[in-house]
Antibody, heavy 116, light 111 residues
Framework: QVQLVQSGGEVKKPGASVKVSCKTS????????ISWVRQAPGQGLEWVGW???????HYAQKVQHRVTMTTDTSTSTVYLELRNLGSDDTALYYC??????????WGQGTLVTVSS | QSALTQPPSASGSPGQSVTISCTGT?????????VSWYQQHPGKAPKLVIY???KRPSGVPDRFSGSKSGNTAFLTVSRLQADDEADYSC???????????FGGGTRLTVL
């Protein structure tokens, strides 16, 4: 079965960087791209960006100057790095398979807390 | 402020039907048939219940249906059950600039 397993929660200070991983299994890695979606406490879902299995990326305008997504095809793992963190980056970050703009399989979420 | 507009809450009694709206623009919902709906129980990851406006993933009961009219998409949950109580969020493809936009979510309460 398709599984996306994310790395554990992180606590960072303002201005720091964070790197979250999403290890996929149960399907051929080149079948789907991966999107990252975040959810601030008590808020709705917000799309952060997308990466193809081959490394092509598309980022949300809000974070495009601070975000980098990468893939490691040898381990079927996708990474999200977000730099210059601010308090409004505090959120639960999800990775999800992206098949024609449809997110069918989701990771369990990684809580990133930005606090001084 | 979310790009797509949903009512913050909706409710219905067991056995009844409820419809949730998702209003966008002619650049997203109105332009593409890539509207999805996600169900999210507290503390859980979202679950896809409708994709491409009106298609159901395997395993989602036919009590869940989707439609679209102009710039507004709709999710209808029929024959409400207690386990349907959750947050429901819509999303739409928004073109090469916006890519994916979400609604703010609707909390469905089963009375």
């Amino acid at each position: 079965q398709v599984q996306l397993v994310q790395s554990g929660g992180e606590v960072k200070k303002p201005g720091a960087s964070v790197k979250v991983s999403c290890k996929t299994s149960g399907y051929t890695f080149t079948t789907y791209g991966i999107s990252w979606v975040r959810q601030a406490p008590g808020q709705g879902l917000e799309w952060v960006g997308w990466i193809s299995p081959y490394g092509k990326t598309h980022y949300a305008q809000k974070v495009q100057h601070r975000v980098t997504m990468t893939t490691d095809t040898s381990t079927s793992t996708v990474y999200l790095e977000l730099r210059n963190l601010g308090s409004d980056d505090t959120a639960l970050y999800y990775c999800a398979t992206d098949d024609w703009n449809t997110f069918e399989y989701w990771g369990q979420g990684t809580l990133v807390t930005v606090s001084s | 402020q979310s790009a797509l507009t949903q009512p913050p809450s909706a409710s219905g009694s067991p056995g009844q039907s409820v419809t949730i709206s998702c209003t966008g623009t002619s650049s997203d919902v109105g332009a593409y048939n890539y509207v999805s709906w996600y169900q999210q129980h507290p503390g859980k990851a979202p679950k896809l219940v409708i994709y491409q406006v009106n298609k159901r993933p395997s395993g989602v009961p036919d009590r869940f249906s989707g439609s679209k009219s102009g710039n507004t998409a709709f999710l209808t949950v029929s024959r409400l059950q207690a386990d349907d109580e959750a947050d429901y969020s819509c999303s739409s493809y928004g073109g090469s600039d916006m890519y994916i936009v979400f609604g703010g979510g609707t909390r469905l309460t089963v009375l």
